[in-house]
Every structure is written in C-alpha cells, then in structure tokens.
C-alpha cells in the first residue's frame, strides 16, 4: 500500500487526501495550524449560476465541482459523517426597475444555455420569479418588477 503525506489540511489538501485515500493509499494529512487558512475564513459558497465567469472551461470546472459536492456529501452521510452542511440552495436575484430587468432577462437567457451544455444537475433550475412571487417568497423585500 503506498504511503502519502499531504501537507495542507485546506479543501485542497483534505480533497487530495480523501481521493488518495479512496484509491487504496494509506494517507497522513499534516498541518502546521498558522493563521490565515483560506478554507477556514471561505463562507464554502459554490457560485454556478451566479459566477461572472462564463467562459466553457471555467464554467465546466464550476459544474464539475458542484456535481462532485453533491456525491461527497452522500459518501459523508454513507459513512456516518451526517453533521455536513452541504444544501444545494438557489439564489435570489431582483429587478427594481424595467432596465435591470431586461439585464435579468439576458442573463436567464445566458443561464439557460448552460443547462442546455452541462444539465441541470450541474447548472440549477433557472426560473424568472414575478413581482408576486417574490413578494410571496420573501415580504420584506421592497417591491420589485420580477427576479430571477
Ligand atoms: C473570507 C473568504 C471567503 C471565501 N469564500 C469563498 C466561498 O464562498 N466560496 C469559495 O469557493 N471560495 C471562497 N473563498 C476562497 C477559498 O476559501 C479558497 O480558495 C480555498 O479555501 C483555498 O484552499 P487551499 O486548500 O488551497 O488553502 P488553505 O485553506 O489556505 O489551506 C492551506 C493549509 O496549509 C497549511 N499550511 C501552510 N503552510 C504549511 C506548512 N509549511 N506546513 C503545514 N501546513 C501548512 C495552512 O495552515 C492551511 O490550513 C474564500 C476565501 C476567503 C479568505
């Protein structure tokens, strides 16, 4: 059995010792605790939708990574580790005027195209909300002319 020592208990590190692990090696994860871990201070949001990257390549790696949650997430709850706080959740995005409106209107239609290449699995369900709906979900919002 190959031994591995990864030095970095950061998501990168952590990832890289759970695959090792799952491939059969027998994994040491070291890390020397100094201040300023970035995966410590990460508020673990995984944009899909909502990233300004939208270049294939970029976009397919976001995808790919928030497939991969979902499956690490189920392998936790497998194993016994249930107090994970994974939960795919959707963003709310509003329009208070008929310009930004249009501008949501676009970006739907950018969303969309991106269900169509990498599924809704990967993507979300983009869905265009109106003034009611959003008042309904979510009363104290100010009025809106519809979200996404
Ligand atoms: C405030 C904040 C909010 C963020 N929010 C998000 C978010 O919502 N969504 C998102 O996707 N990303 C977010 N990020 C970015 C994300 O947290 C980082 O990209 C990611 O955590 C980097 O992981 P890492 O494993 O590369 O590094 P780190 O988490 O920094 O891990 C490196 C580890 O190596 C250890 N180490 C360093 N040197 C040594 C050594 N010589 N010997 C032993 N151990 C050592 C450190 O102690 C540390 O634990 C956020 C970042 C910050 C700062």
């Not at 899909?48 to 991969?68: C, V, W």
């Not at 949501?104 to 990498?118: G, K, Y």
């Amino acid at each position: 059995m190959p031994q591995v020592a990864v030095i970095g208990a950061g998501i990168v590190g952590a990832s890289a010792a759970h695959r090792l692990w799952q491939a059969g090696a027998a994994v040491t994860l070291i890390d020397n605790g100094a201040p300023g871990g970035a995966t410590a201070a990460g508020a673990g949001i995984l944009a899909t939708i909502s990233s300004r990257a939208t270049d294939l390549e970029t976009a397919g790696f976001r995808f790919q990574a928030a497939r991969y949650h979902l499956e690490l997430a189920a392998n936790c709850e497998a194993v016994g580790l249930t107090g994970h706080s994974y939960a795919p959740v959707g963003p709310l995005t509003v329009a208070f005027d008929d310009g930004q409106a249009d501008e949501l209107h676009r970006e739907m239609d950018r969303s969309l195209q991106l269900v169509r290449t990498f599924g809704a699995a990967s993507v979300g369900s983009p869905q265009w909300l109106s003034a009611n709906d959003i008042r309904s979900r979510h009363p104290l919002v100010a009025p809106t002319t519809g979200g996404l």
